[in-house]
T-cell receptor, first 117, second 115 residues
Framework: AQSVAQPEDQVNVAEGNPLTVKCTYS??????LFWYVQYPNRGLQFLLK????DNLVKGSYGFEAEFNKSQTSFHLKKPSALVSDSALYFC???????????????WGLGTSLAVNP | DTEVTQTPKHLVMGMTNKKSLKCEQH?????MYWYKQKAKKPPELMFV???????INESVPSRFSPECPNSSLLNLHLHALQPEDSALYLC??????????????FGEGSRLTVL
């Protein structure tokens, strides 16, 4: 079955320290991977995506993610965390629906990031 | 600021009421989505319109009825809802149709409470 896993419900990090939010996936074929962020009482915002090419993808707000095919992982990283990065982070992978031409996103359960001053 | 606009931001309704949620985007996107999200959970896909045609219905109960009047507008008609339908309803759009779902642009959501 195709799936996305975020093994940590919560990640705590001190401001100024590097942060990592983990994501692993299981899909057939080449994965199209995404990270989204959701601030309290807001909609989701796209951060970055991996389609093909360079394994290190740079996105919004200084975030980046590293695609690792052998480990089937797509971890989100930032060199220096800010208190304002505190939010809920979702990893997602695009999958094909049945035998047709439609595709949709499968979402991880989310990781709550808390950056402490 | 989001370019997907949802109204109303908050809605309280009884189980016998009929109400509608509205979504609008002016980015020329060809696919529009309704998601349901419970607190601190991932969004659950409900419906997708691709090029103004319903292309995905994730076995949503008939008390939810989507409508896409044109390429910029998406409605979700609500009737005879249950308290467990209380949630944040998110609208999203994407530049291409559902044959190539990529980056989604989300609205801020409509928070629905069913009494």
């Amino acid at each position: 079955a195709q799936s996305v896993a975020q093994p940590e419900d919560q990640v705590n990090v001190a401001e100024g320290n590097p942060l990592t939010v983990k994501c692993t996936y299981s899909v057939s074929g080449n994965p199209y991977l995404f990270w989204y962020v959701q601030y309290p009482n807001r909609g989701l915002q796209f951060l970055l995506k991996y389609i093909t090419g360079d394994n290190l993808v740079k996105g919004s707000y200084g975030f980046e993610a590293e695609f690792n095919k052998s480990q089937t992982s797509f971890h989100l990283k930032k060199p220096s965390a800010l208190v304002s990065d505190s939010a809920l982070y979702f990893c997602a992978v695009r999958v094909r629906l049945g035998a047709g031409n439609n595709r949709k996103l499968i979402w991880g359960l989310g990781t709550s990031l808390a950056v402490n001053p | 600021d989001t370019e997907v606009t949802q109204t109303p931001k908050h809605l309280v309704m009884g189980m016998t009421n009929k109400k509608s949620l509205k979504c609008e985007q002016h980015m020329g996107h060809r696919a529009m989505y309704w998601y349901k999200q419970k607190a601190k959970k991932p969004p659950e896909l409900m419906f997708v319109y691709s090029y103004e045609k319903l292309s995905i219905n994730e076995s949503v109960p008939s008390r939810f009825s989507p409508e896409c009047p044109n390429s910029s507008l998406l409605n979700l008609h609500l009737h005879a809802l249950q308290p467990e339908d209380s949630a944040l309803y998110l609208c999203a759009s994407s530049p291409e149709g559902t044959s190539n779902t990529g980056e989604l642009f989300f609205g801020e959501g409509s928070r629905l409470t069913v009494l």
